[in-house]
């Protein structure tokens, strides 16, 4: 079945560091990806997502670019800031569009 | 964006009583409706989706007699935890989807912290 995963974390960065996260993906046919960022003690945002291969999204100074040569949606950031600290979860959303399957989730700190 | 609102955001009970979470799309029809469970630390490990005016289709391993779930309308579906246990403490969180997003993208709400004592 489809499945996503992504890098364990913690992750730990000091202030305007570059961040990466990587996500990977299987699926058959062709998934919407997105990530989604999740505060301490709150449900989910979406901050940004890409429907076919080769789309970039970006949000907030984040970007994702779908790679379906990798099946990859590597999320990246120039310059963290304290109050990026979050959980992120890469996920995927099937071509018939029923489900959305999560990665384990990143939990990022950001130290001043 | 659309928006999906739960509630209750929090709620204790007492073992044994039950507890029933909803969840409503306020500004788009939703069509499909989908309920996660996240434990601490966790990912969301979806539950069930529900199709409005149809029954819920269960994940394997989730108890549909336990996680009762309504879809009676096209903007609210509800979770019904019933005999609830100190085990189903959890973080809860809906989804929903529909024909005007073309179902490629799901809205979130903003979950339901379960304690039961």
């Known amino acids: 079945g489809d499945s996503v995963t992504q890098m364990e974390g913690p992750v730990t960065l000091s202030e305007e560091a570059f961040l990466t996260i990587n996500c990977t993906y299987t699926?058959?046919?062709?998934?919407?990806l997105f990530w989604y960022v999740q505060y301490p003690g709150e449900g989910l945002q979406l901050l940004l997502k890409?429907?076919?291969?080769?789309d970039k999204g970006s949000n907030k100074g984040f970007e994702a670019t779908y790679r379906k040569e990798t099946t990859s949606f590597h999320l990246e950031k120039g310059s963290v800031q304290v109050s990026d600290s979050a959980v992120y979860f890469c996920?995927?959303?099937?071509?018939?569009?029923?489900?959305?399957?999560f990665g384990a989730g990143t939990r990022l700190f950001v130290k001043a | 964006g659309a928006v999906v609102s739960q509630h209750p955001s929090r709620v204790i009970c007492k073992s044994g009583t039950s507890v029933k979470i909803e969840c409503r799309s306020l500004?788009?029809?939703?069509?499909?409706m989908f309920w996660y469970r996240q434990f601490p630390k966790q990912s969301l490990m979806l539950m069930a989706t529900s199709n409005e005016g149809s029954k819920a289709t269960y994940e394997q391993g989730v108890e549909k007699d336990k996680f009762l779930i309504n879809h009676a309308s096209l903007t609210l579906s509800t979770l019904t935890v019933t005999s609830a246990h100190p085990e189903d403490s959890s973080f809860y969180i809906c989804s929903a989807s529909g024909p005007a997003f073309a179902n490629t993208e799901a809205f979130f709400g903003q979950g339901t912290r379960l304690t039961v004592v």
């Open positions: 996920a995927l959303r099937d071509t018939g569009g029923f489900k959305t399957i």
């Open positions: 699926a058959t046919g062709y998934p919407s």
């Open positions: 500004d788009f029809q939703a069509t499909t």
């Open positions: 890409a429907t076919k291969a080769d």
